[in-house]
C-alpha cells in the first residue's frame, strides 16, 4: 500500500532564516505531487505540483520554492522565512496518468510558526 | 471559472441525528467530486467521490453523498452522527484545465460539530 511522510511535524523559526520541509511516498511511482498551505485551520492555498522528477509548477507568487530531486520526494524550501509564511503545510500525492478520477492522499503536515 | 461553494462554515447537530454538510460545484463538463476530512494537527482523510453512476456514492466511516446534477451538488451525508464525527469537512472538484496534473479545486472548509 501506498503511504506519504513529512517532517517534520512541528518547527519553530526565526524571521529571516532557511527552511527545508520534506515529504515522501511509498508504494506508488512517478506521482503526482503538491504542497498546500493552511492558514487558521481552513482553506487550502496550493503553493506547488509537480508531475515529474524536476518539474515544478508555481501557483502563486511567493516566498517559496520546491524541488523534486527524486521521483517520490518533493522538498519545500526558504532562503529567508518571513512572519507570513506560518501555517501548516500540508504534501498530497496523486496517481499519475490513471485518468482524472483519482483523489489525492494527504500527509500529517507540518506546523510551521515564526518568531 | 471552475469552483466549489461550502455555503455553511459550521453545521451542529446531535449525536444520533442525521447529518448533512453541503457542497455546490460549478464546472464545465461532467464533475469528478470528492469529500475529505481533517481532524486537528491532521492532514485530509478522502472520504469518498462520485465519477459517474450511482447519484449515491458510500464511504468511509458510514458516509454517504448525494449527486445532484440539476442542483449541482454533492451533499455529505450520515444517518446517525457521532461525536467523534467532529471535525473539518471539505469539498473538492477536479481542475479540468489541468490535465494529467491531478489538480482538485477545495472549497472553503465546514466544520461539524456534534454534540453529546
Known amino acids: 500500500s501506498q503511504t506519504i511522510h513529512q517532517w517534520p511535524a512541528t518547527l519553530v523559526q526565526p524571521v529571516g532564516s532557511p527552511l527545508s520541509l520534506e515529504c515522501t511516498v511509498e508504494?506508488?511511482?512517478?506521482?503526482?505531487l503538491y504542497w498546500y498551505r493552511q492558514a487558521a485551520g481552513r482553506g487550502l492555498q496550493l503553493l506547488f505540483y509537480s508531475v515529474g522528477i524536476g518539474q515544478i509548477s508555481s501557483e502563486v507568487p511567493q516566498n517559496l520554492s520546491a524541488s523534486r530531486p527524486q521521483d517520490r520526494q518533493f522538498i519545500l524550501s526558504s532562503k529567508k522565512l518571513l512572519l507570513s509564511d506560518s501555517g501548516f503545510y500540508l504534501c498530497a500525492w496523486s496517481a499519475y496518468g490513471q485518468g482524472k478520477n483519482q483523489p489525492q492522499h494527504f500527509g500529517d503536515g507540518t506546523r510551521l510558526s515564526i518568531l | 471559472a471552475q469552483s466549489v461553494a461550502q455555503p455553511e462554515d459550521q453545521v451542529n447537530v446531535a449525536e444520533g441525528n442525521p447529518l448533512t454538510v453541503k457542497c455546490t460545484y460549478s464546472?464545465?463538463?461532467?464533475?469528478?467530486l470528492f469529500w475529505y476530512v481533517q481532524y486537528p494537527n491532521r492532514g485530509l482523510q478522502f472520504l469518498l467521490k462520485?465519477?459517474?453512476?450511482?447519484?449515491l456514492v458510500k464511504g468511509s466511516y458510514g458516509f454517504e453523498a448525494e449527486f445532484n446534477k440539476s442542483q449541482t451538488s454533492f451533499h455529505l451525508k450520515k444517518p446517525s452522527a457521532l461525536v467523534s464525527d467532529s471535525a473539518l469537512y471539505f469539498c473538492?472538484?477536479?481542475?479540468f484545465g489541468s490535465g494529467n496534473t491531478g489538480k482538485l479545486i477545495f472549497g472553503q472548509g465546514t466544520t461539524l460539530q456534534v454534540k453529546p
Open positions: 473538492a472538484v477536479r481542475d
Open positions: 508504494g506508488t511511482s512517478n506521482p503526482n
Open positions: 464546472v464545465s463538463g461532467n464533475p469528478y
Open positions: 462520485y465519477i459517474t453512476g450511482d447519484n
